[in-house]
Nanobody, 122 residues
Framework: QVQLVESGGGLVQAGGSLRLSCAAS????????MGWFRQAPGKEREFVGA????????YYADSVKGRFTISRDNAKNTVYLQMNSLEPEDTAVYYC???????????????WGQGTQVTVSS
């Protein structure tokens, strides 16, 4: 059974930082691209960023480029999302997901975590 478990969310002031982790089990982790998505109340889920199976390629939404960094440790079956210079607009539930297809489109992802709440106060 595949499980993706996010952790590291919480409440932070604007300008602060958080690091989210997503621990994967039940799949051959290094075969999957990993993505981060978020969903704010009343809004559609949106792509935040993704990393290729090897970690050699990363992709970011324009809204987070330069502030967020995705990395992965295939030995630990874990992907990370380092979030710096957080803004109130970053408040959302953050989800990690795994895909053996394109990392850009949410419909390509096969497995999803349960999400972790990030709240940025102004």
């Amino acid at each position: 059974q595949v499980q993706l478990v996010e952790s590291g969310g919480g409440l932070v002031q604007a300008g602060g930082s958080l690091r989210l982790s997503c621990a994967a089990s039940g799949l051959t982790f290094h075969n999957y691209g990993m993505g981060w998505f978020r969903q704010a109340p009343g809004k559609e889920r949106e792509f935040v960023g993704a990393i290729s199976w090897s970690g050699s390629m990363t992709y970011y939404a324009d809204s987070v480029k330069g502030r967020f960094t995705i990395s992965r440790d295939n030995a630990k079956n874990t992907v990370y999302l380092q979030m710096n210079s957080l803004e109130p607009e970053d408040t959302a539930v953050y989800y990690c997901a795994a895909t053996d297809g394109s990392v850009y489109y949410s419909y390509e992802y096969d497995y999803w975590g349960q999400g972790t709440q990030v709240t940025v106060s102004s």
